[in-house]
């Protein structure tokens, strides 16, 4: 394998039901199957879904919260979806735990490394709610955070689009794809990869990226074993 550990993260509008419901059972099935073969070549997995699909924040001050209070909701909605997640890949025999970064017992365990070096050693896959615990930071920048501080070989970002692009490929028939490209350069092209916060942690830390098709159920398998899918930024 090219990757022997991976933080793998994805929105939680990709587990949107089209009906509106919060979570599709089908989609969810199919990303912890997914999972599933990966963890069965030996990978260890971890990974971070956001919230999105169940609360998308506050549109402005006079929603009748402030900017904390709506953070910590959406923490909240991220570890529905860690739950769904853990309990999707209990049903298929694959064992995992929920770390969260605030206290939630019994719901899921505190978050620390030694717990995910413990997890990873019983070859259980590793989800965490809650993002980093704190306000003011995405779900991008837990993904970033918890990738460093696992010692991760690299961040795959699950996406709707098989890559980046130059421009809006959904509304953009030309845009153009990018099979590899630089922190650097994706910055100086305003690429909107993740958060600026989370993309800097990623390039101080020399983590790879690697933005992919999640609804492409063979991607995370191929990306494992080293074929070239989606676009890689790096230094």
């Known amino acids: 394998m090219v990757y022997k550990k991976i933080l793998l993260k994805f929105s939680g509008e990709s587990l949107l039901a ?11 099935m ?20 956001g919230g999105g699909n169940i609360y998308r924040g506050l549109n402005s001050k006079n929603s009748g919260f402030d900017r904390v209070k709506g953070d910590y909701m959406g923490m909240l909605a991220t570890v529905i979806n860690a739950m769904a997640l853990h309990s999707a890949l209990e049903t298929i025999n694959v064992k995992s735990r929920v770390l969260t970064g605030i206290k939630m017992e019994p719901v899921g365990e505190a978050y620390s490394q030694r717990k995910v070096q413990d997890a990873f050693e019983q070859n259980e896959v590793v989800i965490f709610g809650g993002g980093t615990g704190n306000p003011f930071f995405t779900t991008d920048s837990a993904a970033a955070l918890r990738a460093v501080e696992i010692g991760a070989d690299v961040l795959l970002k699950g996406t ?38 989370a993309f800097t942690m990623c390039k101080e830390n020399n983590l790879p990226i690697i933005v992919f098709n999640v609804g492409d159920e063979t991607s995370l398998k191929k990306i494992v074993s080293g074929s070239k899918i989606g676009t890689i930024i790096k230094k």
């Open 18 to 28: 089209e009906d509106g419901y919060c979570i599709d059972s089908d989609k969810l």
């Open 30 to 49: 199919k990303y912890a199957y997914q999972v599933k073969e990966v963890i069965d070549l030996g990978v260890r997995v971890a990974v971070v879904i």
């Open 160 to 197: 709707r689009v098989d890559g980046v692009y130059d421009s809006d490929p959904e509304k953009n028939p030309n845009a153009v794809k990018f099979d590899e490209i630089t922190f650097d350069e994706a910055y100086a092209k305003g690429l909107k990869i993740m958060d600026l916060t």
